[in-house]
Nanobody, 124 residues
């Protein structure tokens, strides 16, 4: 299985910023479309952002568009999520995901591999 390890979460005040990183194992990282999801306590996991293998195409969930930026460095097998202007409603466990393409994405709107998650807490 692909191993995904998130880092960069923490506690931040509203209006602040955090940068999440996701390091992937294996040499096939550059073939994967990558994504970020989040899950707040007692709520369903929701899509945040997605980036294609080349990094040339991205899309975002409406609540984060304009505030969050997804990027990737295929040479380092790492995907990032820059989060600015954070709001209390952004508080959640953030999950990195791989293989967000093909049947996974276009049929089931999900991904093939998941990290363990990193907690982001935004205080007001």
């Amino acid at each position: 299985q692909v191993q995904l390890v998130e880092s960069g979460g923490g506690l931040v005040q509203a209006g602040g910023s955090l940068r999440l990183s996701c390091a992937a194992s294996g040499r096939a990282f550059s073939t994967y479309t990558m994504g970020w999801f989040r899950q707040a306590p007692g709520k369903e996991r929701e899509f945040v952002a997605r980036i294609t293998w080349s990094g040339g195409n991205t899309h975002y969930a409406d609540p984060t568009k304009g505030r969050f930026t997804i990027s990737r460095d295929n040479a380092k097998s790492t995907v990032y999520l820059q989060m600015n202007s954070l709001k209390p409603e952004d508080t959640a466990v953030y999950y990195c995901a791989a293989d967000c393409d093909g049947t996974n994405w276009y049929v089931r709107r999900t991904c093939g591999y998941w990290g363990q998650g990193t907690q982001v807490t935004v205080s007001s």
